[in-house]
Each structure stands twice: as C-alpha cells, then as structure tokens.
C-alpha cells in the first residue's frame, strides 16, 4: 500500500519508527508536513494539494495531529475521508478526543467508568461543583492541557477555588476532577489498535509528584492488563471514533477510570517498557483495513428525502419489550436496526429472534416520520402563553 504519515515532527521517535515499520514490510511510505497541505474544492470532486501541487493518490493516511494545530489538521483529515481515503482515526474522532470535556460528555454517555467531574463557568458555582465531585482534594484540569501540563491537585477547597478563578480570568476554561487516592500517583497507558490492546504499562510518579506522565519524570513497567481493563480501553477507543489511539485509566478500587483517549500517543515510552513492535501493529492493521476507508455513516444514510438515523429507547412500558425484532413491527414501517445497546453490550446487525427488553437502545435506519411516532411525548412544563402582566409596559418609561 502507499501510506502518507501526517506530522510536522518527521525526526521524531514515532514518526521515524512508523515510517520504518511501513518500509520494513514493504510499503511505500512518505511523511508530509500537516501544515503544507491546501483543501481543493474548486473542482467536481474533492481533492487536496501538497506544497502547491496536485497531490498523488495514497491508499491510506496516519494522522499524527499536534494539540496546536487540531482545527487545520482535522480539516485536512476530513478530506481524506470525503476523498475514500482510509484513516484508523477519522477527524471527528481526532476532535472529540482533543477536547477533554467533550471525551467525558461522550464517555459518560455509554457508561465508561470515569472519575468524577464537573465544568463550570460562573465563580458562583465553583464549590457546588467541588462537592459535587466529592470535595477536596481535587484535580483542576486544563481542557486543552497535554503531557501533564495544565493539571493540578488542590488540596483544600478555597486553594481549588482561588484556582479556578485565576484560570477563568485568563480565558481558560476547567474541569473539576475528583482525587482517586488509591491511585497512588500511578495510571496504565493502554495502546488500543482496532479492537485489542497490543501494549500496556503502567507509569508510576517520581517522588512526591502526583502526575505520572514520563514527561514529568514518571517511570514506566510493562503490565498484562486484566481483561476490565483492556475492554475499558477498547470500547473508550471506539466509541471516541479511533482505531488507534492510548488510553490511560486510573486503578479504582471498583476498577479502572478513564482519564483520557489520546488520538496521537507517543510509542517511546511504551515500546521501551513492553519490547513490543507497536509501530508494526499499527501499520499492520491498516494494511488489513485499508480496503474499508471511514465513512460519515449518518451523512451517506440522511441523503434520501424522508429516511434518516435515529435510536429508540425501549422503556419499561413499551409495546417493544419482550417482542422479537421481526415480531416488533419495526419492518413493516420501514425501520432497520442497525445496532441495539444493552447496557456496556452492543449487539451489532442484532438477528430477527433477538428479544428486545427494558432498557435497550435501538440505532436504526427508516422513515423519519415513523420513527418519530416511536418516541414518547415530552412532558411540556407550561401549555399555554401567560398573559402580559400589567407593569410589564411601565418598565420603558
């Protein structure tokens, strides 16, 4: 296959280990500079230009995007895609992986253990959301913070306080994070590439500091993750829209936390713990999946006038639970599953004797209207306009 590598660091350990991967299995590899790349529109189809010139056709891209340029990098990424270009990480999974609150917003959204965290954006609310997360000490993140920097263990509330507020005075916006104790200053770095883990360490804080990035002088030993722990970490990736990302997950006592999913981990650290050829297993698998680029599966399935994507939520008293899929109706008004979740289960392409149950979510592809008879009326708050009250007039004069 012919692989274009996306850096703007081409010396770096894993761009240089990447690129030898890919030769070594005998690949035609080039590393292109992010940043040099212009998005073509002119034409009848979507195209990209390198250093000024038509660019050459790859079979498949590795986005290597740096925090600073997550907007552009992401842009060009996404042409790739609109151009059937396979990337493991597609640029909405590169995006909502960089954003720290939009990874927990998602993450909490499918059940992923994670420690306890709040946003707030008003001084006001400040201590409400300490005690939300279960009072100090607590974390105090930088949503954009990368390599440990922007994080911060306040030990009592009104230092957590003054924190923030010197942070929201600089434009900058934080979460709260609960303290997980038990941590001890040690988290796993789990490499996810498709659906496993290929690699795993933990990395353990130097001296009293309680940030474990090697960055900051954390050491690093390689684990076998028990099987919690990698189904964690492979669900965490997927559902953030990755097929290669690392995730590092805090030891709870009631098991792991996800803290957060890097769509461009570094493979120093990790392949020196482990001794194990990450950069093969990555090129490995794009090479399995090269022949299946990333599609925008809702903007292909919402192009035919009246049909779209949406997911059904089988409540307990609906008509749904105990049925069979072919028994459910679902067919005859023109509505397909696609997926069912079931708690942490996802059950692709579920057969027509599945039994559906309480609780269950249905993804599925149908008739609009139809889909949306489906959905249980919202309780209205206030049913009719109130009357002007009689000063409401006054208040210009």
């Known amino acids: 296959m012919k692989l274009a590598i996306l850096s703007r660091a081409p010396q770096s350990y894993s761009t240089q280990r990447l690129r030898s991967a890919a030769t070594d299995r005998g690949h035609r590899v080039k590393v292109l500079d992010t940043l040099r790349f212009s998005i073509d529109l002119s034409g009848d189809e979507p195209d990209l230009q390198y250093r000024g010139k038509l660019l050459s056709d790859y079979d498949a891209i590795l986005p290597r ?180 990302a690392g995730v590092d997950m805090l030891e709870g006592d009631d098991g792991p936390l996800v803290m957060e999913v890097n769509s461009s981990p570094g493979l120093q650290g990790i392949e020196t713990a482990t001794g194990l050829d990450v950069a093969g297993a990555i090129v490995d698998y794009i090479d399995n999946q090269v022949a299946f680029p990333e599609i925008d599966v809702r903007q292909r399935l919402t192009v035919s006038t009246g049909y779209g994507v949406a997911e059904l939520a089988v409540g307990a008293d609906a008509d749904l639970v105990g049925k069979r899929i072919r028994d459910s109706g679902l067919d005859e008004r023109d509505i397909t599953v696609l997926t069912l979740h079931r708690g942490a289960t996802v059950i692709p392409n579920p057969r027509g004797n599945t039994e559906l149950e309480a609780g269950d979510r249905l993804l599925c592809f149908g008739k609009l209207e139809e889909m949306r008879s489906m959905i249980p009326a919202r309780r209205r708050r206030r049913t009719k306009v109130r009357k002007l009250p009689k000063d409401a007039l006054a208040l210009e004069s």
């Open 65 to 244: 995007i740096g925090n600073s340029i997550t907007y552009f990098g992401t842009a060009v990424v996404r042409q790739f895609e609109q151009m059937d270009v396979y990337t493991p990480n597609t640029a909405n999974g590169i995006t909502n992986s960089r954003d720290k609150l939009r990874a927990n917003q998602i993450l909490s959204r499918h059940n992923i253990g994670m420690p306890a965290t709040a946003f707030v954006h008003s001084r006001a609310d400040v201590r409400t959301a300490i005690e939300s997360v279960g009072g100090a000490p607590v974390v105090i993140k930088l949503l954009e913070g990368t390599q440990g920097i922007g994080v911060i263990l306040a030990p009592e509330a009104k230092i957590a306080e003054a924190i923030i507020e010197t942070l929201h005075s600089t434009k900058q916006n934080v979460l709260v994070q609960s303290f997980i104790a038990e941590s001890k200053g040690r988290d796993v770095r789990a490499l996810v590439v498709g659906d496993r883990v290929v690699a795993a360490m933990r990395r353990v804080a130097s001296g009293d500091e309680f940030r474990s990035n090697v960055h900051r002088g954390g050491s690093v030993q390689r684990i076998d993750l028990p099987p919690e722990y990698e189904q964690a970490a492979v669900r965490s990736a997927q559902i953030m829209g990755l097929r290669v």
